[in-house]
């Protein structure tokens, strides 16, 4: 007896079976990655819109100093005061109303009886 080959004695898969198993694994795969993948997209917009944010907070933080050291200085402080309403002593302090217009004069309506 001579010595065969087993090559041919495989197991045997119809390729449509194999096929329709490979698509299942393929979608069952990308369902499965599909929740980590939308985290993350939301994780990256949540880090970019805090990025934005710190920006904005620097940027306010720096004004913010820069307002403090003029009023250290008494001219800063005063000129905050005068914008409060306040005044120096023996000063008055004068306020301006704007004149309201006046409306078009209607007629009196008729008098009761």
């Known amino acids: 007896m001579g010595v065969r080959s087993r090559r041919g004695r ?4 119809d390729q449509r079976a194999f096929l329709v198993a490979l698509g299942v694994v393929a979608l069952f795969g990308v369902f499965k990655l599909y929740g980590p993948v939308a985290t993350s997209r939301r994780q990256q917009d949540e880090l970019t819109r805090l ?14 100093k820069a307002y403090k050291q003029k009023l250290a ?8 005061a ?13 306020v301006f109303v704007p004149q ?7 007629p009196a309506p008729p008098a009761k009886k």
Do not use: C, M, N, P
């Not at 200085?73 to 905050?80: L, R, V, W």
């Not at 005068?82 to 004068?94: A, D, K």
């Not at 309201?100 to 209607?106: I, V």
């Open 51 to 64: 990025h934005i944010e710190q920006a904005a907070l620097v940027t306010e933080q720096g004004r913010l």
């Open 10 to 13: 495989g197991l045997r898969v």
């Open 82 to 94: 005068r914008r409060l309403g306040y005044v120096r002593e023996g000063e008055r302090r004068l």
């Open 100 to 106: 309201r217009e006046k409306k078009a004069s209607s």
């Open 73 to 80: 200085s008494d001219a800063g402080f005063e000129a905050a």
